[in-house]
């Protein structure tokens, strides 16, 4: 064998090592994943603003986008 490989080995060996004190890898897991979907609420907002002022006849609705971002998303 040559140094070269040596090195690559003792360096491949120190990168598994390093995720955890005991060698084994930890499982992570996202917490949030199920809150993925609601990423698409802000490009849906016009549409469901328009929705709800043309069934409803309010035109409070239309700030349907705004109160997402501002107040529903920061809650979240």
Known sequence: MTAT???????????????????????????????WPLGLLIPL???ISWFLVDNLR??????????LLVIVIPII
């Not at 499982?27 to 199920?34: E, G, L, S, T, V």
């Not at 409070?60 to 705004?66: R, V």
């Open 58 to 67: 309010l035109g409070l609705f239309w700030a349907t986008g705004a109160w």
């Open 5 to 35: 490989s040596d090195a690559r080995r003792t360096e491949s060996n120190a990168v598994q090592n390093t995720d955890s004190p005991s060698g084994e890898n930890p499982r992570w897991r996202d917490r949030k994943r199920y809150l």
């Open 45 to 47: 907002s016009p549409f």
